[in-house]
């Protein structure tokens, strides 16, 4: 079974803790993405990449970075935590142009910062 | 259907009923369409796709219905049972030309009533 797995189910970290949220998928996707979900608010989509060592600023890039280093490794990274980047946390791939273009989703980490 | 107010839009209906969620779509140049399913606790997972060439689709106790000229989707869930209660996006991508990102929607909450 095919699947988008996320390292961490829950999380709590302390303000201005450097946060690391890893995402491995088994797919041989070419693009991979991470979204936050707020309540009221939906997915927002922070960074995505389409290729190994290649990344965009999705719509809420502001306190986040990422880094791709293997096709099947997207990871997130929270450079100083603050509360305010207390969300669900959800990673998601996609093969791109090959015909499908739907997103296979983590199951999600739910990071509380305090 | 879909909200951009910070109160998410609820569903209620007995078990065995049909269910229709509805969305408006923002793009009118999308041409592929998705709907998802998310437990709480959950990622979002796919349930049915349907490219700008066709009207209706039908999976398993699903139909999804597209309506191009005023920009809406349908998703009927036939016979809903318990397990149907989740919160429903729809998802929408322009795949001919330069290819973007898919655009959520906000989500409907549905709940089922025994």
């Known amino acids: 079974d095919v699947k988008v797995t996320q390292s961490s189910r829950y999380l709590v970290k302390r303000t201005g803790e450097k946060v690391f949220l890893e995402c491995v998928q088994d797919?041989?996707?070419?693009?991979m993405f991470w979204y936050r979900q707020d309540p009221g608010l939906g997915l927002r989509l922070i960074y995505f990449?389409?290729?190994?060592?290649?990344?965009e600023k999705g719509d809420i890039p502001e306190g986040y970075s990422v880094s791709r280093e293997k096709k099947e490794r997207f990871s997130l990274i929270l450079e100083s935590a603050s509360t305010n980047q207390t969300s669900m946390y959800l990673c998601?791939?996609?093969?791109?142009?090959?015909?499908?273009?739907?997103?296979?989703f983590g199951s999600g980490t739910r990071l509380t910062v305090v | 259907g879909e909200s951009v107010g910070l109160h998410l839009p609820t569903l209620s209906v007995q078990e065995g009923d049909n269910s229709i969620i509805n969305c408006a779509y923002s793009?009118?140049?999308?041409?592929?369409f998705i709907w998802y399913k998310q437990e709480s606790g959950k990622g979002p997972q796919f349930i049915i796709d349907?490219?700008?060439?066709?009207d209706k689709r039908q999976g398993q106790r699903v139909t999804v219905l597209l309506n191009k000229t005023v920009k809406h989707l349908s998703l009927q869930i036939a016979a809903t049972q318990p397990g149907d209660s989740a919160v429903y996006f729809c998802?929408?991508?322009?795949?001919?030309?330069?290819?973007?990102?898919?655009?959520f929607g906000k989500g409907t909450k549905l709940s089922v009533k025994p």
């Open positions: 797919m041989d996707h070419e693009n």
């Open positions: 793009n009118s140049a999308s041409d592929y």
């Open positions: 998601a791939s996609s093969p791109g142009s090959r015909g499908n273009y739907g997103y296979t």
């Open positions: 349907i490219r700008s060439n066709m």
């Open positions: 990449s389409y290729d190994v060592k290649m990344k």
């Open positions: 998802a929408e991508i322009r795949v001919g030309g330069s290819q973007g990102n898919l655009i």
